[in-house]
């Protein structure tokens, strides 16, 4: 077994759970040490618009939360916040924990039904909208809040049904900065600059990004909306030496005509996750930031963002793995079959949340004696590599054969045409289901499915290979969240004859 991060001050305890012994209370006494600390720091930069030091973002902070306590806000209500990225966002978020309320980040790309959902079944008794001022008041704050105290609630976005709010308490918070820094080897002097592209109502973006700049007084650089120039420009002009974002946005920024016109040389950590890698691209990654550690992290709402990563040193011999357990995260595999050792992964750690808000049944089903049955299929090596081949719910039975679709997606996606792929299964009379795929191109590729899928043919047993692949000439259809509508692709596709 491979142990390849710092583990010291790591105990178990009686209830079996590993825990960090050196955290704060609270993420407000986290982000009061780092405004000691350092008050001058630069805090968050908006691109386009303000930049604030540590001392500026408390005393705006504190102003809000004075403001939401005027309106009757209490300690444990909820608060919406309904903006984009940008600085409001994060005084909304700061302002909502000194207040000693618990945070809603909604998925601003939610139709408006999901909207009033979240704000409904959270029961929150404000949110910040966009266009309208944040609430002011005389300075206030909570500094007396506990680990186990519930700090926010993300809402996930499932490809089926309503989303579920995940009860994020400041201990999950404060676990998973501490992943952060020790899985991805960050230094905690305040001399991070990490560019958020990603939105900060996920968390990515708030949690392994803006949260872990905040607790060692490092700087946050967000862009308000993604584009591809404004990305590289950021990366150069800010002086930003850690990014972090999904393999396709990577792609596309090494890809561009001008990439080699762009100094990325002073960029130290560069990570990805969210969707299956090709070799390939992790060995441009590495040729085009020279300077940088590659690294691919693993994770859930309901693990507060981290779990795996996979370091750069086993970066692109490995790059079908996420890695290895992080210092306080347990793994095990659950029903695993015997012969492909797939089984569903659960995980154990002080970064698993404490359950679904207003949804027992939901949290009695994926939270079983301190374990989260997290519905992805996995491998884990003897050396304590990850490999996740599936969703448990999207498992293919071709004729009594497992296929699992991560699998062959990441076998897809190492054909130097493909951008991104989806694997679903297919109907069929004799077989029960057959493998079918979903492919969009790389602008300016061409590659026919027969050529796509003889390709595959040389990674994968012949069972696996698609018999239908449908190349698209648009985007593969996402939900809010950016996951993959694959019961819609499932059932819209006109699959067409098949390959064999």
């Not at 404004?230 to 596309?252: D, G, Q």
């Not at 793995?321 to 079959?337: H, I, R, Y």
């Not at 009379?429 to 590659?447: C, D, F, N, R, Y």
């Not at 047993?461 to 000439?473: E, G, H, M, N, R």
């Amino acid at each position: 077994m491979i142990r390849p991060y710092d583990y010291s001050g790591v105990t178990r305890g009686a209830d079996g759970i590993l825990r960090y012994d050196n955290l704060p209370n609270s993420l407000v006494e986290m982000l009061r040490t780092s405004v000691d600390k350092a008050p001058n720091n630069e805090a968050v930069v908006e691109l386009g618009a303000e930049r604030i030091n540590y001392q500026q973002l408390w005393d705006r902070a504190a102003r809000v939360a004075g403001g939401l306590k005027a309106m009757g806000v209490e300690r444990g209500d909820r608060v919406a916040i309904q903006l984009g990225n940008g600085l409001q966002w994060c005084v909304a978020f700061w302002g909502i924990q000194l207040a000693g309320a618990i945070a809603v980040p909604v998925n601003t790309r939610f139709a408006e039904p999901e909207v009033e959902y979240v704000i409904n079944d959270s029961g929150a008794k404000f949110s910040f909208k966009p266009g309208a001022a944040l609430p002011e008041g005389a300075p206030f704050a909570i500094e007396d809040l506990g680990q186990e105290e519930a700090s926010a609630i993300f809402y996930t976005s499932g490809t089926t049904g309503f989303p579920k709010g995940a009860i994020t308490t400041h201990a999950n918070f404060l676990t998973n900065n501490e992943n952060c820094v020790r899985v991805v080897n960050l230094p905690t002097d305040g001399s991070v600059r990490t560019l958020i592209s990603v939105p900060l109502f996920h968390v990515t973006g708030c949690n392994s990004q803006f949260l872990c700049c905040c607790a060692s007084g490092a700087t946050s650089v967000i862009m308000p909306a993604f584009n591809v120039q404004e990305f590289l420009k950021a990366i150069v002009n800010e002086r930003t030496n850690s990014v972090t974002s999904v393999p396709a946005i990577h792609w596309l920024a090494i890809s561009q005509p001008n990439f080699k016109d762009f100094d990325v040389s002073h960029v130290r950590w560069l990570t990805y996750g969210g969707a299956p890698i090709a070799p390939e691209l992790v060995g441009k990654l590495i040729e085009s930031f020279p300077n940088a550690r590659v690294g691919n992290g693993f994770g859930l709402s309901e693990t507060s963002s981290v779990a795996t990563f996979l370091p750069h040193e086993y970066s692109r011999a490995h790059a079908d793995s996420v890695g290895f357990a992080a210092p306080v995260v347990d793994l095990e595999l659950f029903e695993t079959d015997a012969e492909s050792g797939v089984g569903e992964l659960l995980i154990r750690g002080a970064n698993v949340v404490k359950g679904y808000w207003n949804k027992p049944e939901a949290t009695e089903a994926a939270f079983v004696n301190g374990w989260l049955h997290t519905g992805d299929m996995a491998r884990i090596s003897p050396e304590g590599f990850v490999q996740i081949v599936d969703r448990k719910k999207d498992m293919i039975n071709r004729g009594g054969e497992n296929v699992y679709c991560v699998e062959v997606e990441n076998a897809l996606a190492a054909h130097p045409a493909v951008l991104e792929v989806a694997v679903v299964g297919v109907p069929d009379t004799m077989m029960g289901e057959k493998v079918g795929a979903v492919i969009s191109l790389q602008p300016g590729k061409t590659a026919t499915p027969a050529e796509i899928a003889e390709f595959a043919r040389n990674l994968l047993a012949d069972f696996k290979v698609p018999q239908y692949l449908v190349i698209s000439a648009t985007p593969l259809p996402r939900n809010p969240s950016g996951k993959i509508l694959k019961p819609r692709l499932r059932n819209e596709t006109n699959w067409g004859k098949p390959l064999r």
